[in-house]
Each structure stands twice: as structure tokens, then as C-alpha cells.
Nanobody, 115 residues
């Protein structure tokens, strides 16, 4: 089983930056692909960024060039650095992974970007 715990959300003005962390339990962390999703009020959850076990990354078009996903396997943690934030980035951000036949989600962390 894998437990994911996000942290680092908060309130920031447009143009500002925030860094999110996703701490994971389990001894197989280094083998896991970890994804960041977000869900705005009234919207569907959408993929924001992901990082594979090998460190390859991909991003949604809406955040490419502004967000950076990285991982520290020694700390069982994945990071999402968010720069040049926009009001439309306001959402609850979740980290996600799959292990075996199960999918795991964190509890989410709220990001609010004021204009």
C-alpha cells in the first residue's frame, strides 16, 4: 500500500510562486510514476504534470514552462514548483500513483491565486 501526503498549498498573488510537496510511504517509491492533478470548483480533475521512475517528465499545455516537477527518491518526495501563477491555477492539487492493481491519491492541498 502507498500513502501520499501533499503539502505546501496556500494563497498567493498572481505572478507569484508556490512549491508543493508529495511525501510517499512505501519502499518502492523510486519505482513509481507520480502524477500531480488538480481540480477547480465545478471542474473535472485534470492532469498537471507527471514524473516517471527514470525522471522523465510531462506537463499539461496550460502549465508547461511555468511548473516544474521533480523528485528526491532519498526523501520519498515529489515536488511541484509553480511559478508565474495565474488565477486559473486556483484548485485543489493532488498527487497520484499506481502500484500493483491499485491507484492511490493524497488528500489534496488547496492553492488559491488572487488577481
Amino acid at each position: 500500500q502507498v500513502q501520499l501526503v501533499e503539502s505546501g498549498g496556500g494563497l498567493v498573488q498572481a505572478g507569484g510562486s508556490l512549491g508543493l510537496s508529495c511525501a510517499a510511504s512505501g519502499t518502492f517509491f523510486s519505482l513509481l510514476r507520480i502524477s500531480w492533478y488538480r481540480q477547480a470548483p465545478g471542474e473535472q480533475r485534470e492532469l498537471v504534470a507527471a514524473i516517471t521512475a527514470g525522471g522523465n517528465t510531462n506537463y499539461a499545455d496550460s502549465v508547461r514552462g511555468r511548473f516544474t516537477v521533480s523528485r528526491d527518491n532519498a526523501k520519498n518526495t515529489v515536488y511541484l514548483q509553480m511559478n508565474s501563477l495565474k488565477p486559473e491555477d486556483t484548485a485543489v492539487y493532488y498527487c497520484n500513483t499506481a502500484y500493483g492493481r491499485a491507484e492511490y491519491w493524497g488528500q489534496g492541498t488547496q492553492v488559491i491565486v488572487s488577481s
